[in-house]
């Protein structure tokens, strides 16, 4: 299966050139409305790769699972997992045609400023799209994320999740996990996302 994301479209379209999984998306697109939301069902490890994921959808009595199979696919899977997770899931825009044959279509949610279409963890989560994220007067507030690969605390916009691009890092960036876990009664959850950004957050 081939998944791609349109930034500009805001889609993630699933894709495939096997007739196998072919005949399964058509299955799965029969069990869905334009509109209508695909439930994910969580995610295990895969049992060949343990950094692989594996992701659970089904709509109707049609289960599909998504699989990590390369650095770039666990990426995009992650970022999917995430925006399932975090974000409001997978919404079904309709079937397309790709040069291997049927495509099924997704957005992840739509941005409350403009009515467009999402399609990145970012906009997903803060509900403001790239366009307006840009034109957004930003609050920035430090809170969980990451610089150099490492854990650290810098300014996020309130209201669209961009990072502060004034943003300096310290010469010592890391931040004392230990310590953050512990401050307070929430759990804090470290999410990686597949463009090299990170986003930790805090759980009641
Ligand atoms: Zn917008
Ligand atoms: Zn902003």
Same mark, same amino acid.
């Given at each position: 299966?081939?998944?791609?994301?349109?930034?500009?479209a805001?889609?993630?379209?699933?894709?495939?050139?096997?007739?196998e999984?072919?005949?399964?998306l058509?299955?799965?697109?029969?069990?869905l409305?334009?509109?209508?939301?695909?439930?994910?069902?969580g995610?295990?490890?895969?049992?060949?790769? /343990?950094?692989a %994921?594996r $992701?659970?959808f089904?709509? @109707?009595?049609?289960? &599909?699972?998504?699989?990590?199979?390369?650095v770039?696919?666990?990426n995009?899977?992650?970022?999917?997992?995430?925006?399932?997770?975090?974000?409001s899931?997978?919404?079904?825009?309709?079937?397309?045609?790709? /040069?291997?044959? %049927?495509? $099924?279509?997704?957005?992840? @949610?739509?941005c409350? &400023?403009?009515?467009r279409?999402?399609?990145?963890?970012?906009?997903?989560?803060?509900?403001?799209?790239?366009?307006c994220?840009?034109q957004?007067?930003h609050?920035?507030e430090?809170?969980?994320g990451q610089?150099q690969?490492?854990?650290?605390?810098l300014?996020?916009?309130?209201?669209?999740?961009?990072?502060?691009?004034?943003?300096?890092?310290?010469?010592?960036?890391?931040?004392?996990?230990a310590?953050?876990?512990?401050?307070?009664?929430?759990?804090?959850?470290?999410?990686?996302?597949?463009?090299?950004?990170?986003?930790?957050?805090?759980?009641?």
């Amino acid at each position: 299966m081939q998944i791609t994301r349109d930034e500009d479209a805001g889609t993630i379209t699933w894709s495939t050139a096997n007739a196998e999984t072919a005949a399964l998306l058509a299955r799965l697109g029969e069990n869905l409305t334009p509109g209508a939301h695909l439930d994910y069902h969580g995610r295990t490890t895969d049992p060949s790769d /343990a950094n692989a %994921l594996r $992701l659970h959808f089904k709509a @109707g009595d049609v289960e &599909l699972n998504l699989v990590g199979t390369d650095v770039r696919d666990k990426n995009l899977i992650g970022s999917i997992r995430d925006i399932c997770f975090y974000g409001s899931g997978l919404t079904y825009v309709g079937a397309g045609e790709v /040069a291997s044959g %049927l495509s $099924l279509i997704f957005t992840c @949610g739509t941005c409350k &400023l403009c009515g467009r279409q999402v399609a990145t963890y970012r906009a997903a989560t803060s509900e403001v799209c790239d366009t307006c994220a840009e034109q957004c007067e930003h609050v920035f507030e430090e809170s969980m994320g990451q610089s150099q690969g490492r854990p650290a605390m810098l300014p996020f916009c309130l209201k669209c999740r961009v990072a502060d691009p004034e943003w300096q890092p310290d010469a010592d960036p890391m931040v004392d996990m230990a310590r953050v876990v512990s401050d307070g009664p929430v759990t804090m959850l470290f999410i990686e996302h597949g463009d090299g950004t990170g986003t930790m957050i805090k759980k009641k």
